[in-house]
């Protein structure tokens, strides 16, 4: 299994402030439904119950604000369930993205408009944590996007990864590369960075 965290750390998480809309622990029932229907989202529930959460997703509401434990120990029992590795969870987090519909500019946005779905989102969704767009650079084609006060787990960073890359991508732009340049789990300071490369 490529995730791994003990019951200290568990009880860390639990402990922890922070809330998140049941929108996002949907996003994790509906991936789980498609890859392995109600049998794989029991085990899910089991997995979680393992890790000594009690925590049926037929019982979540959208609008309601959720521990933010919940939503890292969802993605890692998923990730149990499923046997995933960062690539997989990364893939995970490309699919949570739905791009919005509410007018043309969403069909074609720019760059500067993928970035400010980003912020508007997390702040909609999140009650924890902020980011930022801090580098768009058209000339070199990468930018650079950054997570504040943000540190449950890093099955998050890869999850966050291939969210941000898909949004990006609806700028329709040909990604050559993302990754994580800075992580606070490696002792990069206090934030965790990710950069994202396209064609020249």
């Avoid at 960062?86 to 074609?108: D, H, Q």
Wanted: charged fraction near 30%.
């Amino acid at each position: 299994m490529h995730y791994s965290i003990d019951k200290n750390q568990i009880s860390t998480m639990i402990n922890s402030p922070g809330e998140i809309r049941g929108d996002v622990l949907l996003k994790d029932k509906l991936f789980v439904l498609s890859k392995g229907g109600e049998e794989k989202l029991k085990k899910t529930e089991e997995e979680l119950e393992e890790m000594g959460y009690l925590f049926y997703y037929n019982k979540i509401a959208g609008r309601r604000f959720y521990p933010w434990s919940i939503r890292i120990l969802s993605l890692l029992a998923i990730s149990r369930v499923f046997n995933m590795n960062s690539n997989e969870v990364k893939e995970m987090g490309k699919l949570s993205y739905k791009r919005p519909f509410s007018s043309f500019a969403y069909f074609f946005p720019s760059i500067e408009k993928s970035a400010k779905v980003i912020g508007k989102d997390w702040r909609k969704k999140s009650t924890i944590g902020r980011v930022d767009v801090k580098t768009i650079d058209r000339k070199e084609k990468y930018l650079a996007v950054r997570l504040y006060n943000l540190h449950f787990h890093p099955i998050y960073c890869d999850y966050f990864l291939g969210y941000i890359e898909k949004v990006f991508e609806t700028s329709k732009i040909s990604m050559i590369e993302s990754k994580e340049a800075r992580c606070y789990f490696r002792g990069d300071d206090f934030f965790h960075e990710f950069l994202l490369k396209w064609k020249k």
